[in-house]
């Protein structure tokens, strides 16, 4: 099956640093997504990037559809960024795998 | 507008035993997921419900089946319980009529299992 792989596995960084994560896939993928889980297990979607780039405020993602990867960048970052950060796809239309997840520490 | 809700919050069951989780989706929502997260790893796809059927599956056993409701809420229910199962069980929900959307997810399920 299709595999989806996350780096950095984990990252600490200071407050207002700049981030990049990246998701590469094995083989293509649809509705591909991007979802922060909190400390309490609550994931909350970020990004519905299948193609392209979006921007909300401090975050932005760029899917490369083509070359099968995926970029979340964080910006200034705050120490409520702190958490697991995953990538998800679809493989055919509604068969959803998720990455193995970045853990982010953000240190005041 | 209610989000993803989810019940109960958590569970303690004992191997061999039973276990019905419950998910009602984000108002307007048509198409229910439903994920197995262990500790320390990713969700874990298990099905998804659209139309009341199972439209896909991932790879978990016959163990785990699902029911979707006339109005989108939905049902997990695994039988025959497992040490391996204790996990956060996440719902998801998300608009199908219009093609794969976003999706929006539970508070979660945590089941543990003695």
């Known amino acids: 099956g299709i595999q989806v792989e996350q780096s950095p596995p984990d990252l600490i960084l200071q407050e207002g640093a700049n981030s990049t994560l990246r998701c590469n896939f094995s083989?293509?993928?649809?509705?591909l997504q991007w979802f922060h889980q909190n400390p309490w297990g609550q994931l909350i979607n970020l990004f519905y990037?299948?193609?392209g780039t979006k921007q909300n405020g401090r975050l932005s993602a760029t899917t490369v559809a083509t070359e099968r990867y995926s970029l979340l960048y964080i910006s200034s970052s705050q120490t409520t960024d702190s958490g697991v950060y995953f990538c998800?796809?679809?493989?055919?239309?509604?068969?959803?795998?998720f990455g193995t997840g970045t853990r982010l520490k953000v240190l005041a | 507008d209610a989000g993803v809700t989810q019940s109960p919050t958590h569970l303690i069951k004992t191997r061999g035993q039973q276990v019905t989780l419950r998910c009602s989706p984000k108002?307007?929502?048509?198409?229910v997921s439903w994920y197995q997260q262990a500790l320390g790893q990713g969700p874990q796809f298990i099905f998804q419900?659209?139309?009341?059927?199972?439209?896909q599956r991932g790879n978990f056993p016959d163990r785990f089946s699902g029911h979707q409701f006339p109005n989108y809420s939905s049902e997990l229910n695994v039988n025959a319980l497992l040490l391996g199962d204790s996990a956060l069980y996440l719902c998801?929900?998300?608009?199908?009529?219009?093609?794969?959307?976003?999706?929006?997810f539970g508070p979660g399920t945590r089941l543990t299992v003695l």
């Open positions: 108002s307007g929502h048509d198409t």
């Open positions: 990037i299948p193609s």
């Open positions: 419900y659209y139309e009341e059927e199972e439209r």
């Open positions: 083989d293509s993928v649809n509705n």
């Open positions: 998801a929900s998300s608009l199908s009529r219009r093609g794969p959307d976003t999706q929006y």
């Open positions: 998800e796809g679809a493989s055919g239309t509604y068969k959803y795998i």
